[in-house]
C-alpha cells in the first residue's frame, strides 16, 4: 500500500466485493456488509458506471477473482474451525466485513493492517453504523518494517492456541524477502493450523492484462513488487515447515466455483497451506 494514507487497493477490493453482490448472476461468496461499509458516492458510482456491471472485461475478471478468494478463504476457515481452531488472524485486512459477519462468538478475529488503513476502515465503520464486535481486535502494523510475532503478542494474541490465517490482496505489494518472513513467523506459531493467501504467478507476468494491472498500481502509488513462480515458491514454502495442499490457478478455480467457465484469467493464485 502506499507510506501514507488511506490504500487504494483496500477500497478497490471493497468495491468488487459489492459489485459482485450487486451485478454477478452467480453469486459464490454472500456479503451484504460490503455494500453497507461503502459510502453514499461510492455505491452510487458502482451502479451507473457500466465498466463495473459489465459481465467481461478486466472489471468481471478482477471482481471474480476477489469474491473467489474469498469465498475459499472463509470455506478453509470452517474446515480449521470444525478441527478446533478459536483464533482467526486476518492479514492486511483492509475492507474485510467477515467480522461483521462471524457466525462463532467463540471465535477471536484479529485484523492486522496498517495503522493509517486501518483509521481509515473504523471512520467507515463508524459512518456506517456497523457495530464493532467483541471478540474484534484491531492490530495496527507495518509489515515490511515489524514483526508479526512481536506484534500479535501484544494485543492478546495466545500462540499456543489453534490459529488459522489468511492474507488476502497483499503480498503483491511486498518484497520476496519480507513475505518469506511473515510466512516462517506465522508457521513458526505453536498452535497454528494453516493459512490462505494469494499471490500473483510469474508466469503470466509478459501478459497484456498484467502489464495493464501493474501500470495502473505504479499510477496510484501502489506498485507491485513481486510475482512468484509456482513452483520455486511452492518448496520455499516446504523449507521452512508448511505443506501445501492447494495452489489454484484460474482453471482449477474456474472448475471449483464456476463449472468450467472462463470467469477468472490471468495470473492471481490462492493457496491453503498446513503445517508441515
Known amino acids: ?60 475478471i478482477l471482481r471474480s477473482f476477489v469474491a473467489v478468494r474469498s469465498r475459499y478463504a472463509e470455506d478453509k476457515l470452517k474446515d480449521a474451525i470444525a478441527k478446533g481452531v478459536r483464533q482467526y488472524v486476518i492479514l492486511g485486512a483492509g475492507l474485510d466485513t467477515f467480522a461483521y459477519r462471524n457466525p462463532w462468538s467463540f471465535l477471536k478475529v484479529f485484523e492486522v493492517d496498517h495503522p493509517e488503513t486501518q483509521v481509515f476502515k473504523l471512520q467507515r465503520l463508524q459512518d456506517s453504523s456497523i457495530q464493532i464486535p467483541s471478540n474484534l481486535t484491531f492490530v495496527p502494523m507495518d509489515f515490511e518494517s515489524q514483526d508479526l510475532g512481536e506484534v500479535l503478542l501484544n494485543f492478546e494474541f495466545d500462540p499456543s492456541l489453534p490459529s488459522f490465517f489468511s492474507w488476502l490482496g497483499v503480498t503483491m505489494y511486498l518484497s520476496e524477502d519480507s513475505i518469506m518472513k ?78 468450467g467457465g472462463e470467469l477468472i484469467k490471468g495470473s492471481g493464485r ?6 508441515a
Open 182 to 259: 511473515v510466512l516462517q513467523t506465522v508457521v513458526s506459531l505453536p498452535g497454528v493450523v494453516g493459512i490462505v493467501f494469494d499471490y500473483i504467478s510469474s508466469k503470466h507476468a509478459s501478459s497484456p492484462a498484467y502489464a495493464f494491472f501493474k501500470a495502473r498500481l505504479e499510477q496510484i502509488g501502489e506498485p507491485i513488487r513481486s510475482n512468484l513462480d509456482p513452483e520455486v515458491f511452492g518448496k520455499a514454502m516446504e523449507s521452512i515447515g508448511w505443506r501445501v495442499e492447494e495452489d489454484l490457478d484460474s482453471v482449477k478455480l474456474n472448475e471449483r466455483y464456476f463449472g
Open 270 to 275: 490462492i493457496v491453503y497451506t498446513v503445517k
Open 1 to 60: 500500500m502506499k507510506e501514507k494514507g488511506e490504500s487504494f487497493t483496500a477500497l478497490r477490493a471493497a468495491l468488487y466485493r459489492a459489485a459482485h453482490q450487486l451485478f454477478d448472476e452467480i453469486i459464490i461468496f454472500r456479503d451484504p456488509i460490503s455494500i453497507r461499509i461503502l459510502y453514499p458516492d461510492e455505491k452510487t458510482f458502482l451502479k451507473q458506471d457500466v465498466r463495473w456491471s459489465a459481465s467481461q472485461g478486466l472489471p468481471a
